[in-house]
Antibody, heavy 120, light 106 residues
């Protein structure tokens, strides 16, 4: 079982870039077989899939966010990251990182989530 | 995007009750449907994948059924630890999409 932990600023100003990191333990971001994913949940709302990474050259993003999102990986630190640019209050949410088992398309392991508030 | 619609959005139940949650997809997703349990402040937990396969370690009181556009999650005898919000998710085509959630409360 892979363990994941999100980290990053809890407060971001409007128009700035939200940056979060997910640290993976109990597994390697370099190992095949998994996508490394980000999902968010605005307060009082459901879950929204942001995107995923398989390798640095293989990413998929939600079209609704694609122009603002970058997911990248740092294999030396066993981490993957999310950058969301030009944020607004609508981007205020709990952000989760998760591992997706490639063969099944299931989000089997999740971090506990981190709240990011967009406010001046 | 494929829209996922759950019903009801919330329900009240007692320990020992049988509970059924419905999820409908806006187009056929064959059996590419997963169910998650989410408690406040915790990581979501995968319960069922491929519409009806129980994830390892999940109690057998949970079951899933359906194919095409209509799916159900059932809890045969509700336990106190089952009070949570439940989400369906399609993994037929990206972007993955979730239902809006069903909150199961006392």
């Amino acid at each position: 079982q892979v363990r994941l932990q999100e980290s990053g600023p809890g407060l971001v100003k409007p128009s700035q870039t939200l940056s979060l990191t997910c640290t993976v333990s109990g597994g390697s971001v370099s190992s095949g077989g998994y996508y490394w994913s980000w999902i968010r949940q605005p307060a009082g709302k459901g879950l929204e899939w942001i995107g995923r990474l398989y390798t640095s050259e293989n990413t998929n993003y939600n079209p609704s966010l694609k122009s603002r999102v970058t997911i990248s990986v740092d294999t030396s630190r066993n981490q993957f990251s999310l950058k969301l640019s030009s944020v607004t209050a609508a981007d205020t949410a709990v952000y989760f990182c998760a591992s997706e088992l490639k063969l099944r398309g299931t989000l089997g392991d999740w971090g506990q989530g981190t709240l990011v508030t967009v406010s001046s | 995007d494929i829209q996922m619609t759950q019903s009801p959005s919330s329900l009240s139940a007692f320990v020992g009750d049988r509970v059924t949650i419905t999820c409908r997809a806006s187009q056929s997703i064959t059996s590419y449907l997963n169910w998650y349990q989410h408690k406040p402040g915790k990581a979501p937990n995968l319960l069922i994948y491929a519409a009806s396969t129980l994830q390892s370690g999940v109690p057998s009181r949970f079951s899933g059924s359906g194919s095409g556009t209509d799916f159900t999650l059932s809890i045969s005898s509700l336990q106190s630890e089952d009070f949570a919000t439940y989400y369906c998710q399609q993994n037929y085509i990206t972007p993955w999409t979730f239902g809006q959630g069903t909150k199961v409360e006392i």
